[in-house]
């Protein structure tokens, strides 16, 4: 991490009595993935003295919630605020704490229970109702803060044993440094560190001011079709 964004996260961590000893500054970004029982206070702050939450704990890193819907309706629902305002407010008798919670998140989930709708070779074993029960613990709002959806199938046998080496980390880690380079280029030091915090501003500047007539065209009919919210129209130029 940058400076700036080291001392942020490692003040979090100290108010929170959790940076381990030995540490005083932390360097790489924070990676937390929180089981699905935790409590609301646990995942955005709170308790009779307030203190961060897991939200704010990956701030300027990365909260993985695996099993997305085996969550806590009060604990999903809490997330929409900080991934709008990338900050979360407890309020207390004794008076308001807000902490910082700009963080990357990426949750998984099965399609259904039995985890196999829509697969090409298990059969799903539940019945209509029960899975659309399951996706619906995904409220709309939420889903409507969430970037790219990515729809992993099964991996085949030959792939699993097959002698192709993958990707090294080390290629992937170089293309991410360029991509946040040209990003600190294009918005500047003082600017967002990533598309997905560029403001209405931002995006008009650098996305609809250069949208050909044929995109430009096709998000029309895509707003009108899927009647997609003003959320959705700056997500789908952020992305692109």
């Given at each position: 991490?940058?400076?700036?964004?080291?001392?942020?996260?490692?003040?979090?961590?100290?108010?929170?009595?959790?940076?381990?000893?030995?540490?005083?500054?932390?360097?790489?970004?924070?990676?937390?993935?929180?089981?699905?029982?935790?409590?609301?206070?646990?995942?955005?702050?709170?308790?009779?003295?307030?203190?961060?939450?897991?939200?704010?704990?990956s701030h300027h890193g990365v909260l993985f919630l695996d099993e997305l819907p085996e969550f806590g309706v009060a604990a999903l629902e809490s997330r929409r605020q900080p991934l709008e305002d990338r900050r979360v407010t407890i309020v207390r008798p004794s008076g308001v704490v807000t902490y910082p919670a700009d963080f990357m998140l990426i949750a998984a989930m099965n399609p259904c229970p039995c985890g196999n709708y829509g697969d090409s070779l298990m059969v799903c074993t539940c019945h209509e109702g029960a899975v659309h029960r399951y996706q619906?613990?995904?409220s709309g709002p939420l889903l409507d803060r969430m970037d790219l959806f990515v729809e992993v199938p099964r991996v085949d046998y030959e792939k699993l044993a097959g002698?192709?080496?993958?990707?090294?980390?080390?290629?992937?880690?170089?293309?991410?440094?360029?991509?946040?380079?040209?990003?600190?280029?294009?918005?500047?030091?003082?600017?967002?560190?990533?598309?997905?915090?560029?403001?209405?501003?931002?995006?008009?500047?650098?996305?609809?001011?250069?949208?050909?007539?044929?995109?430009?065209?096709?998000?029309?009919?895509?707003?009108?079709?899927?009647?997609?919210?003003?959320?959705?129209?700056?997500?789908?130029?952020?992305?692109?």
């Open positions: 991490m940058a400076n700036l964004e080291a001392l942020e996260v490692t003040k979090i961590y100290s108010v929170s009595g959790t940076l381990r000893e030995g540490v005083s500054l932390i360097r790489l970004r924070p990676f937390r993935a929180p089981h699905h029982t935790i409590s609301n206070a646990g995942l955005v702050g709170g308790g009779r003295q307030p203190r961060p939450g897991e939200i704010s704990l619906r613990r995904i002698e192709v080496v993958p990707e090294p980390s080390t290629a992937v880690r170089a293309r991410v440094g360029d991509a946040r380079a040209t990003q600190q280029r294009r918005f500047g030091v003082d600017g967002p560190a990533t598309n997905a915090a560029m403001t209405p501003h931002h995006v008009r500047a650098h996305c609809q001011e250069r949208l050909q007539d044929e995109a430009a065209a096709l998000l029309k009919m895509a707003m009108s079709q899927l009647s997609l919210s003003a959320r959705a129209f700056h997500r789908v130029l952020k992305v692109a």
